[in-house]
């Protein structure tokens, strides 16, 4: 049977994340958080950052970029909050739902989402919002593992999932999802995709808003 991921219980895992997120996933996504950045900063402008959680990335991006943050945990936006209000180039941190953006279309010139896509319920729903609200030219930056979708590996995410899924994150997540979505979709092309450490089981995927 399939394991069904709930908003509510994502939030609520993430808000028992709070008091240790950095520590747990600080330096592990540190190399992963610096290619993202890197690529918001060439197109400057308005950056969307999806799952900001407790904005360790913010204080990193160039100040040619705008800031907004969002996120699903209201408490690990705590510490974002402290953060931004340090950082003269961040417009707000707020609560907000992946799969329901309250912007408008086109209003942001990237979007970045770290390490969040397996943490959606839906995320097909969340990419198609990302699509939604960058601009023609634009870009959506991700950083994600990448499951094995076959072999033993791909059998073991699947049954690690229902414990993976009570702690906010799935394992079982394939690139064919990425390339499917694009595809339906039509409106985006995938314009990089390189391995990032930690095993390389994750990577950085870049789609272009045509």
Request: with cysteine; net charge positive; aromatic share 8%.
């Amino acid at each position: 049977m399939a394991v069904v991921m709930e908003t509510r219980n994502v939030a609520a895992a993430y808000d028992r994340w709070a008091p240790i997120y950095d520590l747990v996933f600080g330096a592990v996504f540190r190399r992963g958080r610096s290619a993202a950045i890197a690529a918001a900063d060439r197109l400057g402008g308005r950056v969307l950052e999806v799952g900001v959680g407790t904005g360790l990335s913010l204080p990193q991006y160039g100040r040619q970029c705008r800031l907004f943050g969002i996120d699903i945990s209201d408490k690990i936006l705590d510490k974002a909050r402290e953060r931004a209000a340090k950082l003269p180039n961040v417009e707000a941190i707020e609560v907000m739902d992946a799969e329901a953006l309250r912007f408008e279309d086109g209003a942001f010139d990237s979007v970045v989402a770290q390490y969040v896509i397996t943490a959606v319920p839906n995320p097909e729903k969340a990419l198609d919002e990302f699509a939604r609200v960058v601009r023609k030219g634009g870009e959506i930056i991700i950083t994600t593992r990448i499951g094995a979708g076959v072999g033993l590996r791909g059998r073991i995410e699947k049954l690690l999932m229902p414990i993976t899924s009570r702690l906010g994150f799935r394992t079982e997540f394939p690139f064919e999802r990425y390339a499917a979505w694009a595809l339906r979709n039509g409106k985006v092309r995938l314009a990089e995709r390189s391995a990032l450490p930690p095993l390389g089981h994750f990577e950085l995927l870049r789609f272009t808003k045509i």
